[in-house]
Nanobody, 118 residues
Framework: QVQLVESGGGLVQAGGSLRLSCAGSGSIFGITAMGWYRQAPGKQRELVAA???????NYGDSVKGRFTISRDNAKNTVYLQMNSLKPEDTAIYLCNLHRYSPFVGDYWGQGTQVTVSS
């Protein structure tokens, strides 16, 4: 089993910054990719930022230029630096790990709440 634990969420004023961390443990092996998603009440879950299986990055349109994803593969940890936060960034942020090989698997953390006040 894979365990993903997010940290770093909280309450911040508009224009501020937060850095989220996601520490993975357990059965992390094979071809995997990690990333961040978010979900606000009444809205669909959306991509924030994610690595691909080859190490490139994808960002959601609404966060491009403001958020940066990074990772430490040796520690099975992924980070999300969030700058210039806006009230519309308010959501629960979820860490994801997808395994492509040797078998398919999809794992999620419990999420960490980010609230941006106006």
């Amino acid at each position: 089993q894979v365990q993903l634990v997010e940290s770093g969420g909280g309450l911040v004023q508009a224009g501020g910054s937060l850095r989220l961390s996601c520490a993975g443990s357990g059965s992390i092996f094979g071809i995997t990719a990690m990333g961040w998603y978010r979900q606000a009440p009444g809205k669909q879950r959306e991509l924030v930022a994610a690595f691909t299986r080859i190490g490139s990055t994808n960002y959601g349109d609404s966060v491009k230029g403001r958020f940066t994803i990074s990772r430490d593969n040796a520690k099975n940890t992924v980070y999300l630096q969030m700058n210039s936060l806006k009230p519309e960034d308010t959501a629960i942020y979820l860490c994801n790990l997808h395994r492509y090989s040797p078998f398919v698997g999809d794992y999620w953390g419990q999420g960490t709440q980010v609230t941006v006040s106006s």
